[in-house]
């Protein structure tokens, strides 16, 4: 089965689907390896893994590009970020396109103007109500597999209030959408009223420090949400854990324990070494003693 069947049958699963957020090959394998059933391509951390803020400056192939590397690398279903689809409807059209030729099991288009910003920042802006639903109308009319989940993301909770974001989820829903993704309820009551408010399937973004409450993962299933995702969690602890190891070598002239104490095999099997080692002889003829003697 391909990973957009596979998608699906975890969303019709009872339970919710916990995505944590990878930019690249290695948190890709790592997720995996963790043994989660899916993986979140954050657009933030793709951004920061090529040296910039999560404010729109990503191109759409560089994003399509690094949802392929992490779909490869992890095996996994990825639901991957596509910011606001990349310009008009005609470009949002060729985005899905792109995403799926690479092996994307689902993605997100939001409502937001071009170029956007992470969506827990303030000073947000949205596009008309009008011309957000006819991107979703061009990307559902873009998908060639009818699995590929297309996910409606509108940011407008923070500029416009609850009841806008509310009913752009449920017009883009009517307008082919699969599942809705409010970005950034304010409070505890209003996390557990979108599933209800809402009518469709729901995503939940969990991030450590934005504007959301957190929620127990549990707790956010019992309110309805069918995917969680988990956008910041290895991309932070990244940053820390390298922050801490070149402080200790900038002060101790020394390498640091590595935090786990891999040795160097260990990393290397942590990403296949030893399947690619049993490759290294698979594919050659041992000689015949006539040829040897030749």
């Known amino acids: 089965m391909i990973q957009t069947g596979k998608l699906r049958d975890l969303l019709r699963g009872n339970d919710m689907v916990i995505a944590p957020g990878a930019y690249d090959g290695i948190t890709a394998k790592l997720i995996a390896q963790a043994g989660f059933s899916a993986v979140y391509m954050t657009g933030a951390g793709t951004a920061a893994s090529l040296g910039y803020p999560d404010f729109g400056l990503v191109t759409m192939s560089e994003m399509a590009d690094n949802?392929?590397?992490?779909?490869?690398?992890?095996?996994l279903p990825v639901i991957a970020d596509a910011d606001t689809g990349y310009g008009n409807e005609l470009n949002v059209f060729r985005t899905v396109q792109e995403y799926?030729?690479?092996?994307?099991?689902?993605?997100?288009?939001?409502?937001?103007?071009?170029?956007?910003?992470?969506?827990?920042?303030?000073?947000k802006e949205i596009i008309p109500r009008e011309d957000f639903i006819?991107?979703?109308?061009?990307?559902?009319?873009?998908?060639?597999?009818?699995?590929?989940?297309?996910?409606?993301?509108?940011?407008?909770?923070?500029m416009a209030g609850l009841d806008e974001a509310v009913a752009r989820c449920n017009e883009a829903l009517d307008a082919g959408a699969d599942m809705a993704f409010l970005?950034?309820?304010?409070?505890?009551e209003e996390i557990a009223a979108v599933p209800k408010r809402v009518r469709g399937p729901c995503l939940l973004n969990v991030v450590w420090g934005g504007k959301t409450p957190l929620?127990?993962?549990?707790?956010?299933?019992?309110?309805?949400y069918k995917l969680a995702i988990v956008p910041g969690l290895l991309f932070k602890s990244v940053i820390g854990v390298c922050d801490e190891a070149l402080q200790q070598l900038k002060t101790t002239?020394?390498?640091?324990?590595?935090?786990?104490?891999?040795?160097?095999?260990?990393?290397?099997?942590?990403?296949?070494?030893?399947?690619?080692?049993?490759?290294?002889?698979?594919?050659?003829?041992?000689?015949?003693?006539?040829?040897?003697?030749?």
Do not use: Y
């Open 67 to 75: 949802a392929g590397l992490i779909a490869r690398a992890s095996g």
């Open 100 to 123: 799926e030729r690479r092996g994307v099991a689902g993605m997100h288009i939001e409502d937001q103007i071009f170029p956007k910003k992470c969506g827990h920042l303030d000073n």
């Open 134 to 158: 006819a991107k979703i109308r061009a990307a559902a009319a873009a998908k060639q597999d009818k699995d590929f989940l297309l996910i409606a993301r509108t940011d407008s909770r923070a």
């Open 183 to 188: 970005e950034a309820p304010q409070t505890l």
């Open 215 to 224: 929620v127990d993962m549990r707790d956010a299933q019992a309110m309805g």
């Open 253 to 294: 002239h020394r390498h640091p324990d590595p935090a786990n104490g891999l040795t160097v095999r260990q990393v290397f099997a942590r990403f296949g070494a030893d399947e690619w080692d049993a490759r290294r002889t698979l594919f050659r003829v041992p000689a015949t003693p006539a040829k040897a003697a030749e």
